[in-house]
């Protein structure tokens, strides 16, 4: 089972508010991703979570706040957003974090709009 | 600067054809190299990863990789509209970041 899931589908959210985004996989895997993805581009890099650290964090602006519970759940907080923050979020994971040969599997997304 | 570089297409070829996608990359050291599809309004959904230079053969996709060339392609047989997608090229790089190509739309037309 290779199963990552996401919730929610879709949000719709003003830039006052605050909202998060949630991640599931229970794979066993101990790296999870975020990534933001523009419509006709492909994903951009977020955040990278190792064993439930921040290992890497592609200077995100931080009114996005990751946040690794345990080793199965990933959340991304979001605060005072701007529309162009509006993109698809997508989750991921893999075994490890490695330099070699790691699959990341990817969840379904969630479609976010920031009006 | 870590790229990965594909053709963006459209790239349309009849039912039954072969579709042959293509990728280079800037990082001779990488050693992992991935094939995702994805479907318009979807999320990436993994087709193929090689690690080795040759040839890797699942069903209908074949994977080849030259890392001499720096060079990584798919090739569809017998293509069906089903597979009508956009194809994204991945390679991980030096610190572990899964960096993707621009991605090519495949169109299979009837």
């Known amino acids: 089972d290779t199963e990552v899931t996401q919730t929610p589908k879709h949000l719709v959210m003003g830039m006052t508010n605050k909202k998060s985004l949630k991640c599931e996989q229970h794979?066993?895997?101990?790296?999870m991703y975020w990534y933001k993805q523009k419509a006709k581009k492909p994903p951009e890099l977020m955040f990278v979570?190792?064993?439930?650290?921040?290992?890497i964090n592609e200077s995100v602006p931080s009114r996005f706040s990751p946040e690794c519970p345990n080793s199965s759940l990933l959340n991304l907080h979001l605060h005072a957003l701007q529309p162009e923050d509006s993109a698809l979020y997508l989750c991921?994971?893999?075994?490890?974090?490695?330099?070699?040969?790691?699959?990341?599997?990817f969840g379904p997304g969630t479609r976010l709009l920031v009006l | 600067q870590k790229e990965v570089e594909q053709n963006s297409g459209p790239l349309s070829v009849p039912e039954g054809a072969i579709a042959s996608l293509n990728c280079t990359y800037s990082?001779?050291?990488?050693?992992?190299f991935f094939w995702y599809r994805q479907y318009s309004g979807k999320s990436p959904e993994l087709i193929m990863f090689?690690?080795?230079?040759g040839d890797k053969e699942d069903g209908r996709f074949t994977a080849q990789l030259n890392k001499a060339s720096q060079y990584v392609s798919l090739l569809i047989r017998d293509s069906q509209p089903s597979d009508s997608a956009t194809y994204l090229c991945?390679?991980?790089?030096?610190?572990?970041?899964?960096?993707f190509g621009q991605g090519t739309e495949l169109s299979v037309k009837p």
């Open positions: 991945a390679v991980i790089f030096w610190g572990g970041k899964l960096i």
């Open positions: 991921a994971s893999s075994q490890e974090v490695a330099m070699g040969q790691e699959t990341q599997y």
């Open positions: 090689i690690y080795s230079n």
């Open positions: 794979m066993g895997h101990r790296a």
């Open positions: 990082d001779r050291g990488s050693q992992s």
């Open positions: 979570y190792s064993y439930e650290k921040l290992s």
